[in-house]
């Protein structure tokens, strides 16, 4: 996939690249499918001189196992076992005298075992070592790690940026980069799923109809949402997505207030974190959620 966006941090990674001026850690943060691992591959693979190769002896890619429980897929935790093996091959010396090189992607799935063996790396790093951490959430990394990192916070990419990924003759092309929300991870998959647009234009008139419909039949939808909790809970994800949208007066897809719709995001979550992280019955908080609206 291309790179697009993020000039500025590309631009800044070459320049200590060609003067030598190397961090000996870096923390790529932003929201996800913004390309933050593209671009530490790419980075990692020009340190380590293995750009072109199908195996790369001088970088080690550490990243969380998923589990799928009930239709829903959750990444694993990072253990310290992880760690463990990076200290082992930054022992190595590195083949044919470049540097050393482990991503962490998904950064914030580090246990706290594992996140305190690797600040004892991060405070006595190795010579010709680099570490670079890929996290969705720094918030969840202890503040000592980030403290020890040089952050490139990665942003939402501009419509003219996500442009250059969609010929112009391409049909719908604003409807598919709006939809891209600002990320061409997103947009890729868009464009090379022709269902995705169709399925988020469901979404949309689903979350419209919520707020004229009547009580009892919030209860009957929320009773069908509630026999596939996967698709629930992606849809949500793009409801809390659009209301941010009508707070920020981007978009008019209701007439509520933007305090309705920041009432509307925050019940979405509650109810989310709900879904993922109990037993509660589904069907029974998504009633209680739709009832909101």
Do not use: H
């Amino acid at each position: 996939m291309q790179i697009i966006g993020n000039k500025k941090i590309i631009d800044s990674l070459e320049q200590a690249l060609g003067k030598n001026s190397l961090a000996q850690s870096y923390l790529f943060c932003g929201p996800e499918a913004l390309g933050k691992f593209l671009v530490a591959r790419e980075f990692a693979e020009k340190l380590t001189g293995g750009q072109g190769e199908a195996v790369n002896q001088n970088l080690l890619i550490i990243e969380p196992e998923v589990e799928e429980k009930d239709g829903i897929f959750k990444e694993k935790e990072i253990k310290l076992e992880a760690i463990k093996r990076l200290q082992k091959e930054f022992s190595l010396t590195a083949y044919a005298e470049n540097y050393r090189v482990a991503i962490i992607r998904s950064a914030q799935s580090l246990n706290l075992s594992a996140q305190n063996a690797l600040l004892k790396i991060l405070e006595e790093p190795p010579e010709k070592a680099v570490i670079i951490l890929v996290a969705e959430d720094e918030k969840k990394l202890l503040p000592t790690i980030v403290s020890r990192c040089q952050i490139k916070k990665f942003k939402l990419l501009s419509e003219a940026e996500l442009s250059e990924m969609v010929s112009l003759d391409f049909p719908n092309k604003a409807e598919l980069i709006f939809w891209s929300l600002g990320r061409p991870g997103f947009l890729q998959n868009l464009l090379d799923n022709k269902t995705e647009l169709e399925e988020r234009r469901e979404i949309l008139k689903e979350l419209q109809g919520l707020f004229s419909m009547r009580g009892n039949e919030k209860l009957f939808l929320a009773e069908s949402f509630a026999k596939n909790t996967p698709v629930l809970l992606e849809k949500m994800d793009f409801w809390i997505i659009l209301l941010r949208s009508v707070i920020l007066g981007q978009k008019s897809f209701v007439t509520i207030t933007p305090e309705k719709a920041l009432k509307l995001i925050e019940k979405i979550e509650e109810s989310k974190k709900i879904i993922e992280s109990t037993n509660s019955n589904v069907r029974l908080v998504v009633e209680n959620l739709l009832l909101a609206f």
